[in-house]
């Protein structure tokens, strides 16, 4: 489911995740040089935990720290998306959907200038057959060994298990405001 952090943080708190901001008409960007299937890595699409573990994990990383962006699309089925929702200064609602192609375009720079570490605090889940959906709580630190994130939110991941692996569909995300704070149900333990 990306920019200078706590500015970000501050004009983002009712509004989409730091690192995962998406732009309103984000530039193009090319599409993995090989089928996501053939850039997965087994253990990432074996099972819900490993899937959503990979997708935290490969984002995350010092500042200019080389993320493994073949591994990230490896996640992915093709036509997947990619958004924040939240509200516009004016308070209406808003929806930015990108591809996984387009979210490593805008972020890239991101993380080459910022350390960012996004772990899962909480999730809930529900499978319809092959349809697996996914709340999961996060937080976003600036630092590996941050005393406190610089924000929380709810990511919300769509899976498909076509039989031999899960893809991920989508990843929307808001982050939590005084409005809409994290459920009680996905809050971390303290």
Do not use: C, K
């Not at 901001?21 to 935990?49: I, K, M, Q, Y």
């Not at 093709?78 to 805008?106: E, F, K, N, Q, W």
């Amino acid at each position: 489911m990306r920019p200078v952090l706590l500015a970000a943080a501050l004009a983002l708190a009712a509004g989409p995740t730091l690192a995962q901001t998406a732009p309103a008409a984000a530039p193009a960007a090319a599409a993995p040089a090989s089928p996501p299937e053939a850039l997965a890595r087994p253990g990432d699409v074996a099972s819900v935990d490993a899937i959503v573990a990979a997708l935290y994990e490969v984002i995350s990383g010092e500042a200019g720290e080389a993320r493994d962006w073949a591994r990230f699309h490896g996640l992915f089925l093709p036509g997947a998306v990619m958004g924040g929702a939240g509200r516009a200064p004016d308070g209406t609602a808003r929806m930015r959907l990108v591809s996984p192609a387009d979210y490593v375009t805008r972020n890239a720079p991101h993380f080459q200038a910022n350390a960012f570490y996004e772990r899962e605090t909480g999730r809930r889940m529900t499978r319809f057959g092959p349809i697996i959906q996914l709340l999961s709580a996060y937080e976003i630190r600036t630092a590996r060994d941050a005393a406190e994130p610089v924000q929380r939110g709810v990511n919300a991941i769509t899976l498909f298990d076509d039989g031999q692996r899960l893809w991920v569909t989508s990843v929307v995300w808001a982050g939590a405001t005084p409005e809409t704070p994290i459920p009680d149900d996905l809050r971390a333990a303290p």
